[in-house]
């Protein structure tokens, strides 16, 4: 029987949970988190079986750690000192640098996989955790070669079974991209959200003429703050980098507005109609959530 | 039986004859479009049953005006000449003000109704037209005493049956506020998209690493130029003032991380958090498209 122990019971481990139980019959699930009223609220949803403590680390076969990246940091290393020879430990931190290097000279080194599962919506706690989260999505592995060879088997295999297309690549690599296609989208839509709270105090108007589009562009402004404030800290010089670029390109279509160069409007939004194409090659969101 | 004719077959005007059609028995709807394919293609659809010329307009109950804004206002004093005096004529268009103005002093303004439906995708073309697309969205109507009392009622009687919420508003309201609920989501939308898109020239990276929080942020990058231009041409000086907000916003966010006030980068959020009760009130989007 596979033991599991989920550190963290939110989205993510939530539903990895959802998902271990469903595609491995006779998994034993506990769950550890700093918030008990989630544990409570973990066992009547019947995500796991019961509350783990560090001494049941040793007996897990697989520990999944999906907590915020800057308690990934401080508590990494405690739980890796817990584990046993055989554990495989997992996380799930939307950042990679400063974890694999916290971790690099753990004597279990070899015992952690790095890992980035790109999957998520805007809510969080295990009320959010969904079934077939992972399906067709990628997880991004970094430093594989860093870990045990049986574990990392162990690891693909359970990926493999909640359907997860895999990438390898460098934490640094990793960090520079993701501030791209994810940091950078949260912060936009977190401040097009204030912008237009700020301007619209009367919310009726808001509420009357705001669209889907509106909708789209500003739902990851509903993000958890207590999960995107660390990511954005240990990624602060890549988010810092990519808010530049950003506001310069806005700096640059805003001037074209004043100067009256609608040719070159045009061609903005003609160029990024590219996205287009890209788009067509990411997995479908869980629309019907 | 109704006739309609519908100036501009694409994802609005065919959306509205698929409605008509639907709730209309018998009613006979002609098409008008600069793009001969799209005619052949909404005739092909079933959207209309034929193309209608200028002398057509005479007898028409209804007159949909579904093309970019800056053919609006070409394009609208020309077909306010060629209605009979029983016709009722409405726009769609995304910027209200200039559009206003320029029908201001016409012989027939009582025979029309500036109109702005909050509803749509980032598609477009006949081919983009869908079934009950207005279904509980809002449609903004801008200086309602201008138009004839009978019309009015006549329209609002087709706006009822195709399940729409009706909001009064002046032009210059009307203009102000979407600029922030819908114009600076498509150009935060946009540049995203091309900072992105300069960014990771390749695109396999984008692919694999993208999830559907980008997807959202970006869907409106989609758009098309050759609408989203006039908009921004006639809303420029509200455009560029929410532009100005927004990066004003950026900036100082960016300034935060830069002094490492992860409090305050944490605040911020928390604020912008609000947007939740805010969006919970919009009307949901055709989702599964």
């Known amino acids: ?25 006779g998994v034993s699930i506990h769950g550890m988190d700093a918030n008990d009223a989630h544990l409570q609220e973990a066992i009547a949803l019947e995500l796991i079986d019961g509350i783990a403590g560090l001494q049941e680390l040793e007996a897990a ?9 800057d308690a990934i940091v401080t508590e990494l290393p405690k739980l890796m000192d817990a584990i046993g020879d055989n554990s495989l430990v997992i996380d799930a931190g939307s950042t990679k640098s400063e974890i694999c290097r916290i971790i690099a000279d753990h004597p279990r080194r070899r015992n952690f996989l790095a890992c980035h599962p790109i999957a998520g919506t805007e ?9 077939n989260l992972f399906e067709g999505k990628t997880n991004i592995i970094c430093e594989v070669e860093k870990t045990a060879f049986k574990l990392q088997e ?6 493999s079974g909640l359907g997860m297309r895999i990438r390898y690549m460098n934490p640094e690599a990793h960090d520079r ?22 301007k619209e105090k009367n919310e009726r108007d808001i509420f009357d003429m705001a669209g889907s589009g509106f909708e789209s562009t500003v739902r990851l402004a509903k993000s958890s703050p207590a999960m995107w404030t660390p990511i954005f800290k240990q990624n602060k010089e890549n988010v810092v980098e990519t808010l530049d670029e950003y506001i310069q390109n806005l700096e640059a279509f805003k001037q074209k507005l004043v100067d009256n160069n609608f040719d070159g409007i045009y061609r903005e939004m003609d160029n990024a109609n590219k996205i287009k194409e890209i788009l067509k090659g990411i997995p479908q969101n869980n629309k019907d959530r």
């Open 1 to 25: 029987m596979m033991n599991v122990v989920v550190v963290g019971i939110g989205l993510i481990g939530g539903s990895m949970a959802r998902d271990l139980r469903c595609k491995y019959p």
């Open 61 to 69: 076969d697989i520990v999944i750690v999906s907590i915020p990246v």
């Open 123 to 131: 809510f969080s706690g295990p009320a959010a955790a969904v079934s």
């Open 154 to 159: 162990r690891a693909l295999g359970i990926f």
């Open 177 to 198: 991209h993701i501030a791209y296609v994810s940091h950078l989208s949260h912060i936009s839509s977190f401040m097009l959200g204030k912008t237009v709270i700020e």
